[in-house]
Each structure stands twice: as structure tokens, then as C-alpha cells.
């Protein structure tokens, strides 16, 4: 799986996002405040859509070989908050600092 870039994005509706045609995956900023096992999930989850765009038989197959307990993590995930109540604006770049890769890869 080829991966040109990635970026880190506060985000109110998703986890993760993929753009399969330019290679790009945009994670949402507040995986960082969830277990490490969720993020590799939504990474595994984002980068198998760059083979496969759908959530088909193709795309499974490609998270059953990849992240076999993906399901499970899946059901983690879909239990949590997805963004927490935000009570004025917070500074970006110290939750971008925070996340494990650091800022934008290039």
C-alpha cells in the first residue's frame, strides 16, 4: 500500500478519512486520547482503502489479513465519544504535537 501522505485533522464526524486516488489518509486529532490499538485500527482501516476505495468483500479480506481483530476494535471504537465537548478553542498544534507521528508527513 502506497501512502503519499497523511494528515491530522480535528474532525466531528469520523475517525479517519481516505483519499485513495492521491494516497492521502487524514486521521482525526482525538485518536490520540484513545487506546494505541485503536489508532493502529484506524490506520490498518485508512490504508486498506487505498487498494480497495468500498467497504466490500475485497476490503475485508484486506483487514482480516492486515489487522485480524479489527471487528473487536471496531465495536472499541464505535462505543467511545467521537470528539470531546469543546468549551472555546484549544490549541492545535499541541494536540498534533502530541500524536504519535508528530506534524504532516511530507
Known amino acids: 500500500m502506497d501512502l503519499s501522505r497523511y494528515f491530522l485533522q480535528r474532525m466531528k464526524t469520523k475517525w479517519g478519512s481516505c483519499n485513495h486516488r492521491a494516497g492521502n489518509i ?5 485518536l490520540v486520547k484513545k487506546p494505541k490499538d485503536l489508532l493502529e485500527y484506524v490506520i490498518v482501516h485508512e490504508m486498506a482503502h487505498l487498494r480497495e476505495p468500498t467497504h466490500n468483500e475485497r476490503f475485508v479480506a484486506i483487514l482480516n489479513e492486515h489487522y485480524p481483530t479489527w471487528r473487536e476494535a471496531r ?20 494536540d498534533i504535537s502530541s500524536f504519535p507521528f508528530g506534524r504532516e508527513n511530507r
Open 26 to 30: 487524514r486521521l482525526n486529532t482525538e
Open 75 to 94: 465495536a472499541e471504537l464505535n462505543e467511545l465519544p467521537l470528539a470531546a465537548e469543546l468549551k472555546g478553542k484549544r490549541n492545535l498544534r499541541q
